[in-house]
């Protein structure tokens, strides 16, 4: 019997790709225009060589580091010759105010998760992300009193598919791992590391499309819904 859905947050509860390069292009401009008066281009550049130095340096170690907008930036700073001390935390909060007041969750999510709490089922987040911003997206995405648990990878210290995040909020909820439907956008993340940690896993569609694996699908929640209602 199902007890509790877990979700992956990023681009399964909101469309997180999208709003992201949309908030990178308006910083970059800001940047450019209004901080540095340099070529955006040079800015665009430099913020994605920053970016994967980053990624290139800590992505082996599994750190959720790895993806902190801070480092980007400051990175970014340093290759334009520019003191972080000065701008890094102006840049940062700018693109996370901007990417902030973009986002929203998919449509039915919301009344999925109501009527999900409605039949008891506990609702957890398991996410790859720094914790500080996952629960200022939650915050704003109007979820706060809905969730019962969340794990993130900077507090588990292992990245998906590692197992131990799936055990990890498992625990936190109080369930068995066979007792927990785990939806999520990454099939090598999310749908193989829910499965390897004896999970149910929905591979959620919105941004991608399926390939051949034998896995349950859906592209919405309304599919979901009926993927649900079969297994409680």
Same mark, same amino acid.
């Given at each position: ?33 209004? !901080? ?13 060589? &920053? ?53 929203? !969750? ?35 995405? &109007? ?29 936190? !909820? ?9 939806? &999520? ?12 940690? &004896? ?34």
């Amino acid at each position: 019997m199902i007890k509790a859905i877990v979700f992956d947050l990023d681009d399964t509860l909101y469309d997180c790709l999208h709003e992201n390069d949309k908030a990178v292009d308006d910083t970059v401009r800001y940047v450019a225009n209004e !901080l540095l008066h340099m070529d955006e281009d040079v800015v665009r550049k430099a913020f994605e060589e &920053g970016r994967d130095t980053v990624k290139s340096q800590l992505s082996e170690w599994d750190m959720a580091a790895q993806h902190n907008r801070v480092l980007y930036f400051q990175k970014m700073l340093e290759l334009l010759d520019v003191s972080p001390f000065k701008y890094d935390l102006q840049v940062y909060n700018y693109f996370w105010d901007n990417f902030l007041n973009r986002i929203s !969750l998919f449509p039915e999510a919301l009344k999925f998760i109501d009527d999900a709490r409605a039949l008891g089922i506990k609702i957890g987040i398991c996410t790859d992300m720094t914790a500080h911003i996952q629960f200022r997206k939650i915050d704003r995405l &109007g979820l706060t009193d809905r969730l019962d648990a969340m794990i993130t990878s900077e507090e588990a210290g292992v990245e998906k598919p590692n197992r131990r995040m799936f055990d990890m909020i498992a625990e936190k !909820l109080g369930v068995k791992n066979e007792e927990v439907i785990y939806v &999520g956008d990454s099939y090598k993340k999310d749908v193989t590391g829910a499965k390897n940690a &004896g999970m149910t896993p929905v591979w959620y569609l919105s941004l991608h499309d399926k390939t051949d694996e034998d896995v349950l699908a859906v592209s919405d929640y309304t599919e979901l819904r009926d993927i649900v209602n079969k297994a409680i």
